[in-house]
């Protein structure tokens, strides 16, 4: 994580709330895509995790991690884990942001450009 962002003490509730606003973005964002045609993933969302299921039968899957105030990102190109720090989910070893680890998985293993955003 680089050295000016550190960590941010949650309470529990605000953790919930900020892990189920990145969930609930993710799923809203291939909602779109899906009505516009654009890329058919699938998804499948129960409590904290959202599995994310492309055409060619790979998978991403977000998890929220409670007790550690982490989010986990499974994807073809490995597993990262990310804690929310000066506004952002950032990757607890190099620093990345969610959206665009998320972003360039995706991308990756539906054969086409894609971009997440962070919610609003």
Known sequence: MPA????????DAEYRANAHAVLAS????????????????????????LELSF???SKI???TQAP???????????GFHYRYAAGQWVDTRGGADLFDALSACASEQAGK????????
Not at 4 to 11: G, I, K, M, R, V
Not at 68 to 75: T, V
Not at 113 to 120: A, E, G, H, K
């Open 26 to 49: 993710v799923e809203a964002c291939i909602d779109a895509w899906l009505q516009d045609d654009v890329v058919d993933i699938d998804t499948n969302r129960s409590g904290g995790l």
């Open 113 to 120: 450009p894609l971009r997440f955003l962070p919610p609003t």
């Open 4 to 11: 000016d962002s550190h960590p941010a003490t949650l309470s």
């Open 55 to 57: 055409e060619n039968g």
């Open 68 to 78: 550690l105030q982490e989010l986990w990102l499974a994807a073809r190109s490995g």
């Open 61 to 63: 899957v977000l998890n």
